[in-house]
């Protein structure tokens, strides 16, 4: 073998490590959003308008079912060292994930909604405590093994 064909077989590894990179970090980002919608915020469940209030630290209780929907992945960008994201589109994802909100009302003094739970009324409303579900669901897939599993079976297409 030539010095001219070992590199162009080296450049040809690279560029299918690059692929393998970026289909494993394509199939991780799926993998937790699909586990997020099918096991996370599915664990409770309560009835829309029905009065629930979730412990601190315990991810959102399925009702409308609006914030699992919400759940996508983005393609992977990269080369060797390639991510991809997980996210949602609904505006109540943060505040969930990370908490430390205030709400205030948009067009009247005071925030009205009624729920099983009575006819309630705001002038602020402060959100401090958290309700993750995308860490947790992260966290939770590194430890059993499963975002491995995902990554390797991904990469194993592309491995040199």
């Not at 009702?63 to 991510?83: D, K, N, Q």
């Not at 059993?144 to 297409?157: K, P, S, Y």
Request: glycine letters at 8%.
């Amino acid at each position: 073998m030539t010095p001219e064909e070992n590199l162009a077989e080296w450049i040809a590894i690279e560029q299918r490590a690059r692929l393998g990179a970026r289909a494993a970090a394509e199939a991780m980002a799926r993998y937790v959003a699909e586990r997020i919608r099918e096991d996370t915020l599915q664990r409770r469940r309560h009835a829309p308008g029905q009065y629930y209030k979730a412990k601190p630290g315990e991810p959102p209780s399925y009702s409308s079912g609006a914030l699992m929907e919400s759940i996508y992945s983005t393609p992977a960008s990269g080369g060797l060292r390639a991510s991809a994201s997980v996210g949602s589109t609904d505006k109540r994802a943060r505040l969930f994930e990370f908490g430390g909100c205030v709400l205030k009302p948009t067009s009247r003094s005071v925030m009205h909604w009624v729920d099983s739970g009575g006819s309630w009324y705001h002038a602020e409303l402060r959100v401090d405590v958290e309700h993750p579900f995308v860490g947790p669901t992260t966290e939770d897939a590194i430890d059993d093994g499963e975002l491995l599993r995902v990554a390797i079976e991904a990469f194993r297409e592309y491995d040199p």
